[in-house]
């Protein structure tokens, strides 16, 4: 079965770290742009950052540009986002994604409920004190 697989997440305190890993079943993650998006309760989901499949093109949304990173392993098959000085703002599902058709890593994150080929389970985040 082709699927995206998450893990990570949890309860944090503010200012803490927290990872969230996308590991690829089934399906050769290589050719894949990875985006990840979260949602907030009461909020419209939004692309966090985007990664290329090609050349490692990255994009990050204002909110998290200087304390998250995205980063992709293809040997093996997984795609992370390391988030640092997490915020209560940052509370949300975190959920990744995998296309391999876009035409820059930007307007994969502008496009937060994109028919992508495939979509992680989602994982919850929580900063709170």
């Known amino acids: 079965q082709q699927q995206l697989v998450q893990s990570g997440g949890g309860l944090v305190q503010p200012g803490e770290s927290l990872g969230l890993s996308c590991a690829a079943s089934?399906?050769?993650?290589?050719?894949?742009?990875i985006g990840w998006f979260r949602q907030a309760p009461g909020k419209e989901r939004e692309g966090v950052s985007c990664?290329?499949?090609?050349?490692?093109?990255?994009y990050y949304a204002d909110s998290v540009k200087g304390r998250f990173t995205i980063s992709r392993d293809n040997a093996n098959n997984t795609a992370y986002l390391q988030m640092n000085s997490l915020t209560p703002e940052d509370t949300a599902v975190y959920y990744c994604?995998?296309?391999?058709?876009?035409?820059?890593?930007?307007?994969?994150?502008?496009?937060?409920?994109?028919?992508?080929?495939?979509w992680g389970q989602g994982a919850q985040v929580a900063v709170s004190s």
């Open positions: 990664i290329s499949a090609s050349d490692g093109t990255i």
């Open positions: 994604a995998a296309e391999a058709h876009i035409r820059t890593v930007q307007d994969m994150c502008n496009i937060p409920h994109g028919r992508f080929a495939f």
């Open positions: 089934g399906f050769t993650l290589d050719y894949y742009a």
